[in-house]
């Protein structure tokens, strides 16, 4: 499953450009307080083989009416009850085998006591009549005062546990079933659910009744219905359908979106050399969907904003593509072989996040998927919270198991072990691994036990180390030339502390050194017995350039002790984009230095990756100066890419009082071929707080464009502008009846605004209460940053709801606890400002008596926002499943 994250810049994961600020925000808490799903697998009482489930849906009541019968076997001697998962279901009559059967309901079970002992073998046929409202696991998305033209929609949400909810079932990943799904719909509707369409029959009272089969066993948190108004687009692989839907009237966006699905089908197939395992694949697009995307056995759910506007579609370089592939992944790593407990979703999640890098490579070239996996690294080695954690773990009750450690860390463990054995071992390895656990339950021991089977390479010290320990290398990096010996001494010093799961590692690696001769590489191997080495090299010179782990293959952090000299020739001629973008960073930390401006302003002309000319873009805006801000300016004379063009105008909001700037920000704001552009001058215009800016803002606002984007835009930067006279049109624009993703934009700037008017807080506070999920993430995170108490009674009467998504528990908790520890906040944010604390993506909304701090940060997540655009990914980007 995939939400939206930020995880590769230039396309952040999980990523939707028309994402306001809250909703971006709710995905990167996303992971880091769950519900206490159950860490171990179960002990099993039964297999649960088949199940035929009926449902009709009371569209009035938001009821949905239930008739499931479950084939299954016993598994052990002397079994006197059957127990299903039931949370909120009113259950109206049970049988068993035909039989009728007594039961009870208590503590989320459903009790079937037995007539009769039974043994192992036996088989039941148990079925249950019920009916329920529910809060969790199935969603009616129906129109109202407010939104009377929404078409209507039921959806289900099943992972982690939330099954349960709609369905009587086993709810836990270890076991498998086929399934029948009957779904009785008014006629005009379609409906989605696993496997195959076995025909459409007319109902009573206008009604069609569809079924549809799965034949092939899947886990019952991969059950999924999709049914309600929506348009259909039909596509093929091999003569296995592919289909996309998406709500009524919004048919137009997805061939845009979702076309490449059939060439991702392929590449898979060939890559792992194991076809796609399923009957068909239906990718359903659905309003107010929980998460980024729901990779459902046959039938992946994603969210509808993933479906982009015609005309914004070209400027986003690859599209909703990270959100497509990494669901695709999924069928066959999480369905067709499933993590056995939660302890190891990084089976799961991991490897739909490296099957993105996989599409990447293989479709945008290796320049787009280096720079996201550069990007990557350096933004999971500055999530503190998960530094200590190990990928492999089952203590995380209280900070869940759906983090970035399982997407993004496991995807980068799963390309250094390709790396570390080779191309044609690793997807060797894979095939075994998915032909050998096919249609089973996996731990990450099978995964090893596969490799080694294959490859005939002992993993277990790799394992180890990335899977079952913590952390990642941090090197301190130097070296020293000896004319007489002709030799290069490079000092590697491991500085992580080491404790807890957090080791030393052995890390295999290539250092290249490169003289007036030329280059030459070394394979040297860090070892995990001590924390300092060095190695030597033979050079025929002084080095014009020494690079450790060419090419960035190891997740880790660097300290490398350059002159300057030596970072501008790494710019200009290393041959490998992590290297140079290694060197945009250490150049953008040198002021007032002209040489180093003029090396960024080449690179940001002439490189031939785009992400290195946007970082050059972004160190330049770093550097400040008259220089910086003249190479910044004549650069948007020539970048065509509306990718670079934006992070250019982007690099701009750092450079302030300067007239000349602002002006040209002001004329593209109103006028530039690139919306993405524009809508990055309107946000630049904000953060300069630039003089007349509120008129430029309230232009953009009346005006049109594709999906309200330069409004949104505008709306959002009202907040960093920091001027109160924007409050009526904010609250204006963040009322009932306005576009969703306007509200969001208008919700995040009036958390700004007026801080001590207790008017607007408690018109955000009425928010709370409405049923649309990103409105409430907005409000969530606006009542903290406002650093009003009097927000506090309305989150701790929100926190009481049963019908709270797993984003929004932990935000409430954290915002609260701002709000009644404010001393206690600004502590944090000086350890924030160090270096010392937990990122500030996860880190409480910040203190009302610190007004530069708050500005600071929130100006941060402004530009994280504008930064995570670049790719619309939804993510999934990558982290839990929100639980409604």
């Known amino acids: 499953m995939k939400s939206t994250s930020f995880t590769n810049a230039g396309r952040p994961s ?12 709710a995905i990167l808490f996303a992971a880091l307080y769950l519900r206490a799903d159950e860490p171990f697998a179960r002990s099993r009482d039964y297999d649960l083989q088949h199940s035929r489930i009926a449902l009709r849906f009371d569209l009035d009541q938001k009821k949905v009416i239930g008739d499931v019968t479950h084939t299954l076997t016993i598994l052990g001697d002397s079994a006197s009850k059957i127990v299903f998962d039931s949370a909120g279901l009113t259950i109206q009559n049970v049988t068993v085998n035909k039989s009728a059967a007594k039961f009870e309901t208590k503590d989320d079970k459903l009790i079937i006591p037995l007539t009769t002992t039974a043994r192992a073998g036996e088989k039941f046929d148990v079925n249950i009549r019920y009916e329920a409202k529910p809060t969790k696991g199935l969603y ?80 019952t948190y991969l059950i999924t219905v999709v049914a309600g108004e929506f348009q259909e687009v039909k596509d093929s692989w091999r003569g296995i359908p592919v289909t996309y839907y998406a709500p009524k009237g919004r048919g137009d966006r997805l061939s845009v979106s979702y076309s490449r699905t059939p060439q991702m089908i392929e590449l898979f197939s060939k890559k792992l050399g194991v076809d796609y395992p399923w009957e068909k694949y239906a990718q359903s697009m659905v309003d107010d969907f929980v998460a980024g995307g729901m990779e459902n056995s046959s039938a992946t759910t994603n969210t509808s904003q993933s479906l982009q506007h015609p005309k914004l579609a070209p400027e986003f370089l690859t599209g909703q593509d990270d959100l497509i592939s990494h669901e695709l992944g999924h069928q066959w790593f999480g369905d ?205 010179s002084s080095p014009l350039m020494v690079l450790f782990d060419k090419g960035g293959h190891v997740l880790k952090s660097t300290e490398f002790h350059k002159e300057k000299r030596e970072w501008i020739y790494q710019l200009r001629n290393a041959t490998e984009l992590a290297d140079r973008a290694d060197a945009v960073t250490a150049l953008g930390k040198l002021k007032g230095d002209d040489e180093v401006v003029a090396a960024l302003s080449n690179a940001l002309l002439n490189d031939k990756a785009w992400g290195i000319r946007a970082n050059s873009a972004d160190a330049l805006g770093q550097l400040g100066g008259a220089a910086a801000s003249k190479q910044l300016l004549d650069a948007l004379n020539t970048a065509k890419e509306p990718w670079v063009r934006n992070r250019i105008v982007s690099a701009l909001a750092n450079l302030k009082d300067d007239p000349a700037t602002v ?33 430029t803002l309230e232009a953009a606002v009346a005006a049109d464009s594709p999906d ?177």
């Open 708 to 884: 309200g984007f330069l409004r949104n835009a505008a709306l959002r930067s009202m907040g960093p502008l920091g001027d109160d006279k924007a409050v009526p049109l904010l609250l204006q624009w963040s009322a009932p009846g306005k576009p969703i993703d306007s509200r969001n934009a208008a919700i995040s700037s009036l958390a700004r605004l007026q801080k001590d008017n207790k008017e607007i807080t408690n018109q955000i506070a009425a928010y709370l209460s409405e049923p649309h999920f990103p409105i409430r993430m907005a409000s969530i995170f606006a009542l903290g940053a406002r650093g009003d108490a009097s927000a506090v009674p309305a989150l701790e009467a929100l926190l009481k709801s049963d019908d709270l998504s797993i984003e929004m528990v932990p935000m409430i908790k954290r915002q609260i606890a701002s709000l009644k520890n404010p001393a206690g906040d600004k502590r944090r944010q000086r350890g924030e400002a160090s270096g010392e604390d937990e990122d500030a993506e996860s880190s409480p909304a910040p203190a009302a008596n610190d007004q530069g701090t708050v500005a600071k940060r929130l100006d941060r997540l402004e530009h994280l926002l504008q930064e995570m655009a670049d790719r619309l990914k939804t993510i999934e980007t990558r982290l839990p499943p929100a639980k409604q």
């Open 663 to 695: 002006a040209k920000l002001t004329s593209i704001a109103g006028d530039d071929n690139s919306y993405r552009a524009r809508a990055a001058a309107l946000q630049a215009l904000g953060r300069l707080k630039a003089t007349g800016a509120l008129a």
């Open 336 to 540: 067709l072989v499933t993590c056995k407990d939660w302890g190891d979703i990084w089976l799961n999640e991991g490897f739909a996040t490296f099957m993105e890098t996989v599409w990447t490579e293989s479709h945008f070239g290796k320049d787009q998927a280096d720079y996201d996996r550069w990007q990557s690294a350096h933004r999971w080695m500055e999530e503190a919270n998960l530094y200590s954690k190990p990928i492999v773990r089952h203590d995380f009750n209280d900070s869940g198991e759906f983090d970035d450690n399982a997407y993004n860390k496991g995807g980068w463990v799963l390309y250094m072990l390709r790396h570390q054995l080779g191309e044609d071992a690793f997807y060797r390895g894979l095939k075994h691994y998915l032909e050998v656990n096919r249609g089973k339950n996996v731990v990450t021991a099978d995964l090893a036990k596969a490799m080694e089977e294959s490859t005939h390479t002992n993993v277990d010290q790799f394992f180890s180390q990335w899977l079952y320990g913590a952390g990642a290398p941090k090197f301190d990096l130097s070296y020293k030339y000896d004319d007489a010996k002709h030799e290069v001494a490079l000092t590697v010093k491991q500085t992580q502390k080491v404790e807890g799961r957090v080791g030393l590692f052995r890390i295999p690696t290539e250092v290249e050194v490169t003289t007036a001769s030329g280059p030459k590489l070394f394979p040297i191997t860090i070892s995990n017995e001590k924390d300092t080495a060095i190695f030597t090299f033979p050079s025929d």
């Open 14 to 25: 999980r990523r939707l450009a028309s994402f306001a600020l809250a909703g971006m925000l």
């Open 140 to 219: 009616f998305i129906l129109p109202d005062k407010d939104y009377p033209d929404r078409p209507k929609q039921v959806w289900t949400q099943g992972e982690s546990e939330d099954t349960r909810y709609y369905l009587p079932t086993y709810d836990y990943p270890n076991d498998r079933l086929t399934t029948e799904t009957i779904l009785t719909v008014p006629a005009s509707w379609i409906t989605v659910a696993n496997g195959k369409l076995i025909g459409v029959s007319d109902a009573a009272n206008g009604m069609k009744t569809w079924t549809w089969k799965e034949a092939v066993p899947s886990s």
